[in-house]
């Protein structure tokens, strides 16, 4: 099975990043995880996307907060598809990432999800892994079925907290 790469600017994302981990793993996705900025450490992120289609990563998230350029300059160095969190790190309360991670210019898309969205991340991460990977698919499915049984279970007793 393909790799997922996850890429945060920073230790301060790690909590974002948690949330993906642990639906990677609930899923048995393999993964690896690395600390590169696109302004700290720009030429390790530049190696990491430019190699990452041969060290056999299928999708790639990125999570970065403030002036969020890590997923596009990570998409800039690769054809993988790039799934870019915007992480709320500032007194903007993460609308600083977000606008910066969704508003890419024409030829080099990135996935936005959610701020703070690791959970989301994780599973379209999954989604793209799956379309060859129909156990995986199949695992998805699952998944999904159980988060609408808990809603539906919750329809069921609503009535009864109010
Ligand atoms: C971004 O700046 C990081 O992704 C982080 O969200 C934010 C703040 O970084 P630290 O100052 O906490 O290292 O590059």
């Known amino acids: 099975m393909k790799k997922v790469g996850i890429v945060m600017g920073s230790d301060s994302d790690l909590p974002i990043i948690k949330k993906a981990t ?7 996705i393999p993964f690896e995880v690395h600390i590169y900025s696109a302004h700290r450490t720009p030429e390790e992120a530049r190696e990491f996307s430019l190699n990452a289609r041969e060290n056999g990563f299928g999708a ?4 970065a907060g403030m002036a969020a350029h890590l997923a596009g300059a990570v998409a800039a160095n690769t054809t993988l598809p790039v799934i870019g969190i915007p992480c709320k790190s500032s007194v903007l309360d993460g609308m600083d990432a977000l606008l910066s991670t969704v508003m890419m210019p024409p030829g080099i ?15 379209l991460a999954a989604q793209i892994i799956a379309v060859e990977d129909k156990a995986l698919a199949d695992k998805l499915d699952a998944k999904r079925k159980t988060a609408a049984a808990a809603v539906l279970e919750k329809d069921k007793n609503v009535l009864s907290q109010l």
Not at 110 to 115: D, G, L, M
């Open 109 to 123: 898309p990135v996935a936005t999800v959610a701020i703070n969205g690791g959970a989301n991340a994780a599973l």
């Open 60 to 63: 790639i998230i990125c999570a």
């Open 22 to 28: 642990d639906t990677l793993k609930e899923l048995d």
